[in-house]
């Protein structure tokens, strides 16, 4: 046989019972849905910033980092609503690597789904429960939904998954704000079709069950750059980049219209340090125009305790195993920065 089925993992509803989340988590994560809600919809003029580091590896850290940053929302809560990331899952190019928490809640030990779908979910909890910021993280595997489906605010379909059907209607099913990336050709096409697909009802296969959806009228658009033909990184957070989206946005019956500019991956050709610039710039821009300045309603930073990245095995507390974060101090400065030019 191809597959060798080692054992059943526990179903959702399992994992939920067995770790629920208390009444005054879910009043938490309720208000935070209405904050994000609100900046997508245009109803509020707060700015995003979703922020945190590449992969969430170890959960004392993140959940140190998480503390830092509840006390920077209480400073610029009148300007902003910090997300963080805590990304549980790390799609791999070609396969090989650390796949995230979840896959391997021990990055020097075997895969353990079981214990690593624990780990996320009592992770996230801490997050809401500890420090009332409810995380964002990325769909990789659409079927674990059911196991976040009450802890998140806010999803990202990754620039390699937002083609595929599957997550394109799973998306169409979730009730929080869900970023669609560009993918990795930088095509504004195929992320708009993407985000079509997730605002509109689908009726398909999910989980051993046939289901409807009623639509995701919070999808939209994540700018993250991309990768041309001979292999180098394209950005596309320019001001002429945005004022086409807006354009290509008003061809197609798409509500809310909005995009978050993710700093990194091909926008700073993974160069962590330019995500400062970048920011910078995206907020410079939406003071030159009304129409920019109502599309762009925030920013994606890869951020982590301290700077840089590690391989596996150094054991830097708070340092990324994954792509290259800023630290700490420089990112408190950039979330100060951003509330100044909004």
């Known amino acids: 046989m191809s597959f060798q089925y080692l054992k059943k993992l526990p179903t959702p509803a399992d994992i939920r019972a067995r770790y629920p989340l208390s009444p005054r988590g879910r009043e938490v994560k309720q208000a935070r849905d209405a904050a994000i809600t609100g ?9 995003l910033v979703i922020i945190g580091p590449c992969s969430a590896d170890n959960e004392d850290a993140v959940c140190e980092y998480v503390g830092r940053l509840a006390r920077v929302q209480e400073k610029v809560a009148d300007k902003l609503v910090l997300v963080p990331r805590i990304y549980t899952y790390k799609p791999r190019t070609n396969g090989d690597g650390y796949k995230g928490i979840a896959y391997q809640p021990n990055p020097e030990q075997r895969p353990d789904l079981e214990t690593g779908l624990i780990t996320v979910r009592r992770m996230l909890m801490r997050a809401i429960e500890e420090f009332g910021l409810s ?45 669609m990336k560009n993918p990795t050709s930088g095509d504004f096409s195929v992320m708009l079709n993407s985000i079509y697909a997730a605002q509109h009802p689908q009726h398909y296969a999910y989980a051993g069950s046939e289901v409807e959806t009623s639509g995701n009228p919070l999808a939209h658009a994540i700018l993250r750059g991309g990768v041309n033909q001979r292999g180098v990184s394209q950005p596309n957070y320019h001001y002429e980049d945005i004022m086409r989206l807006l354009e290509l946005y008003g ?10 500019v993710d700093a990194n991956h091909s926008n700073s050709d993974k160069q962590y340090k330019e995500q400062v610039r970048i920011v910078k710039e995206v907020m410079h821009n939406r003071q030159l125009s009304p129409d920019l300045r109502k599309l762009v309603k925030g920013v994606m930073v ?10 596996i095995g150094e054991h830097i507390y708070g340092k990324s195993i994954t792509d290259p974060c800023l630290g700490w101090e420089e990112s408190e400065r950039l979330i100060y920065t951003i509330a100044e030019m909004c």
Do not use: C
């Not at 900046?39 to 700015?47: A, L």
């Not at 890869?302 to 391989?311: A, V």
């Open 135 to 179: 995380p964002a993280d990325e769909m990789l595997y659409p079927e674990n939904w059911g196991y976040v489906e009450d802890l998140l605010s806010y999803v990202a379909i990754g620039a390699r998954s937002v083609e595929d059907q599957h997550h394109r209607q799973t998306a169409s099913g979730f009730d929080v704000a869900t970023g």
């Open 302 to 311: 890869e951020s982590y305790l301290q700077p840089g990245r590690q391989d």
């Open 39 to 47: 900046v997508i919809t245009g109803r509020s003029d707060k700015f």
């Open 251 to 260: 061809k197609m019956d798409l509500k809310n219209q909005a995009v978050i």
